[in-house]
């Protein structure tokens, strides 16, 4: 159990910290000349969907036990690497 409480603490504050820069790449766009805005809008949105299905997993997986528990941190697994690698995306982006 000890495992599985340090897994969620880790995504946790991975999750937090994902949605600081997101806030700061929303700042930058917003600074931006109007082209720039229209392109960062689109990156914007599908971070923050992905970052919305991020948050379900993590209530998925407060509620998960068991073997239920495995399948449901599978799913996050991609998740978090679907944001991992959108947020180095971004981060490309707003240089």
Do not use: C, P
Not at 5 to 11: D, G, M, S
């Amino acid at each position: 159990m000890e495992m599985q409480e340090a897994y969620k603490q880790k995504l946790s504050a991975q999750l937090k910290e994902w949605d600081a820069q997101i806030n700061l790449f929303a700042a930058k766009a917003e600074s931006a000349g109007a082209d720039m805005k229209i392109r960062h809008a689109e990156t914007l949105r599908e971070l923050r969907g992905i970052q919305h299905t991020a948050s379900e997993r993590m209530r998925d997986l407060e509620k998960a036990s068991g073997e239920a528990w495995e399948q449901v941190r599978l799913t996050a697994d991609k998740v978090w690497e679907d944001l991992k690698t959108g947020m180095a995306d971004a981060h490309s982006r707003f240089k």
